[in-house]
Structures are given as C-alpha cells and as structure tokens.
C-alpha cells in the first residue's frame, strides 16, 4: 500500500523552517545591536530632530524607547496583518535600535 503524500502546508513540516527563520532574526538583531549607532541608525527609522539625537540625557532616552517601541507595535501589526507596507529589514532594524537603547538605560 502507497503511502499518502504530505501535504505541503501542514504546520508540522512547516515548524524547523519557522525555527530556523526565527534563529537567523534573532542573530541578526543580535549583531545589528552591536553595531548600532545612534546618530546614523535612528534618523532612518523615526523622523527626529538633531537635538533629540545628541540628547543623552536619561528622559531622552525614555522617550526614544517609548517612541521607538510604538513603531515596532505597528510594524508588527502590518506584518501579521499581511500588509503591503510591512518591511521586514525596518521590523529588523525597529528592533535592534529599540534593544540598544534600552539596554542603554540605567535600571
């Protein structure tokens, strides 16, 4: 007796390529957390001004976070939502500057 054929969207066959997509983002915003720059990084990613930038107060900080966790809030209801906008390399990049500047703030 043939044995039936997998069916090629079942989650199941689906889940090591998930889990190695989900290890190289993690990787790479790993490395991008690194490398980033807060002066040449930002300005790509959320419209600010230079002062706002060169403030490295710990207020700046604070809402350079808040700021740029509500974009990453919004990429990522593009993303699930299927949109046409959605841009996985700025989701990427939202989170790697979102990650060093909060590891940036004092406890």
Do not use: F
């Not at 966790?69 to 390399?89: K, P, S, V």
């Amino acid at each position: 007796m043939a044995r039936p054929a997998r069916i090629p969207d079942d989650p199941i066959t689906k889940a090591p390529i998930r889990h190695r997509a989900r290890h190289a983002v993690d990787a790479a915003i790993a490395a991008g957390v690194a490398l980033y720059r807060r002066q040449t990084c930002l300005p790509r990613l959320l419209p600010m001004l230079p002062a706002e930038l060169a403030d490295e107060s710990e207020a700046a900080r604070r809402r350079i976070v808040a700021r740029l966790a509500r974009a990453l809030r919004t990429e990522r209801m593009r993303g699930r939502a299927g949109h046409w906008t959605y841009d996985l390399n700025r989701h990427i990049a939202l989170h790697q500057a979102y990650e060093s500047e909060r590891r940036q703030l004092r406890p």
